[in-house]
Structure formats: structure tokens, C-alpha cells
């Protein structure tokens, strides 16, 4: 499994709230139909925002990752954040344990 983080600001003039409307579609229009993407999670940080996207292999996030640009639902989401500060990093799953406390 890969963990991808992904970290941005909005661009100029989007609110918050365009950002959470337009979230809900990119995970409805966009990452529901990504092959190999387990789950999606969408956070605020102290100065933007975050996504933890776990994948099933690196080929599923390659894949992705040479399509993206090319996806009209992909590019509604990327068109409301800031280019110039997006960061993405890959991180392969060791391990991972679950706890019901």
C-alpha cells in the first residue's frame, strides 16, 4: 500500500466553503472512479489544507498521476487551490495496525 500526502492553499479568492462543496464532488465525480484508491481523507492544517489518499500499489498512484491533468472532474478540484504551493509525497505502508480503544 501507498500513503500519498498532499498539501496545498486555495487559490486566490476561494473560500472555505467553495473548497468543502467542491471536495464532495471530486470525491463523488473523480476518486470514486480511481482505480486502486482505498480511501480519501480531507483535513484543514494551519495553512491550507491536506489530503491523505491510501492506495493500493504505486502502479494505481502512477496511474493516476499520469491522468490527473487530463480529467475534467480532476481539474475543477485543482483549479481552486494554489498551484504554486502544492506538495505531494509517496510513502510506502510498512505496517499498519488498528485499535479499538
Known sequence: MIVEITTYKTAKN???KELLKASKAFNKDYCSKCKGLVSRQ?????????????WKSKEDV??????FMQNDDAMKFA????????????YEVLETSNFNN
Open 42 to 54: 480531507f483535513l484543514k492544517t494551519e495553512d491550507g489544507y491536506m489530503d491523505i489518499f491510501v
Open 14 to 16: 476561494v473560500t472555505h
Open 62 to 67: 502512477e496511474r493516476v498521476q499520469e491522468t
Open 79 to 90: 483549479s481552486l487551490t494554489d498551484s504554486n504551493s502544492l506538495t505531494m509525497k509517496n
